[in-house]
């Protein structure tokens, strides 16, 4: 089963505008990563960000992470028609052996030229 | 960061036969995991592959419809075995070494579709 539910599932906003992306996991993590597909094509790795970290920036993109709630966002600021694509949060769990990870369900991230 | 390729990049195969997927790294990793997006859907982990042991397979996933091969620590193949239209996916290969710390890179993808 999915560890993370993400939200909104679909958004559409307009070029420029500021987009928030949302992940929630259950339980406790190493780490939480951020990626990004375009089209049924790979995953690209967006930012990492570790269980003892709260905030982290990359570009345009802005992580945060709240341990004490179990949830991250992704915040893309000045979107862009090319940022268009499936962002997904994936979890690093402590309790994991297996070292992989565990994917949430995704945001479908639509920007209007 | 790791570089990774797959072959075939999509096939249209039909139900009843087997499909091969190829995952090349362009470096030496200790880890290799394979995983299924089905269509409209997330990721979910198929099995882990390291060199020199067996694969281990998440719940769901048998050997006998997904073998897996990690002959080196470059390479790896999974197959799609006796398909059927419930294996149209997009398999993806992935990696994860220590020189990357954390982070988990992938591969393309292969885009299956199953008649």
């Known amino acids: 089963s999915q560890q993370g539910e993400e939200d909104p599932q679909a958004l559409s906003i307009q070029e420029g505008e500021n987009a928030t992306m949302n992940c929630s996991y259950k339980?406790?993590?190493?780490?939480l990563q951020w990626y990004r597909q375009n089209s049924g094509r790979g995953l690209v790795h967006l930012i990492l960000?570790?269980?003892?970290?709260r905030e982290k920036h990359s570009g345009r993109l802005r992580v945060t992470l709240d341990t004490s709630k179990k949830s991250s966002s992704l915040l893309i600021t000045a979107s862009r028609a090319a940022d268009t694509a499936s962002y997904f949060c994936?979890?690093?769990?402590?309790?994991?052996?297996?070292?992989?990870?565990?994917f949430g369900g995704g945001t479908r991230l639509m920007v209007k030229p | 960061s790791a570089v990774i390729s797959q072959k075939p990049s999509r096939d249209i195969c039909q139900r009843g036969t087997s499909l091969t997927i190829q995952c090349q790294v362009d470096?030496?990793?200790?880890?290799m995991f394979w995983y299924r997006q089905q269509p409209g859907q997330s990721l979910t982990l198929i099995a882990t592959?390291?060199?020199?042991?067996?694969?281990?397979?998440e719940s769901g996933f048998v050997i006998d419809k997904f073998p897996i091969s990690r002959p080196n620590l470059t390479f790896s193949t999974l197959t799609v075995s006796n398909m059927s239209p419930e294996d149209s996916s997009i398999y993806l290969c992935?990696?994860?070494?220590?020189?990357?710390?954390?982070?988990?890179?992938f591969g393309p993808g292969t885009r299956l579709l199953v008649l």
């Open positions: 992935s990696v994860k070494d220590q020189r990357y710390q954390e982070t988990q890179y």
């Open positions: 339980t406790s993590i190493n780490n």
């Open positions: 960000i570790r269980s003892n970290e």
């Open positions: 994936a979890t690093d769990l402590i309790d994991n052996a297996g070292n992989m990870l565990t």
């Open positions: 470096s030496q990793v200790t880890m």
């Open positions: 592959a390291n060199q020199g042991s067996e694969a281990t397979y």
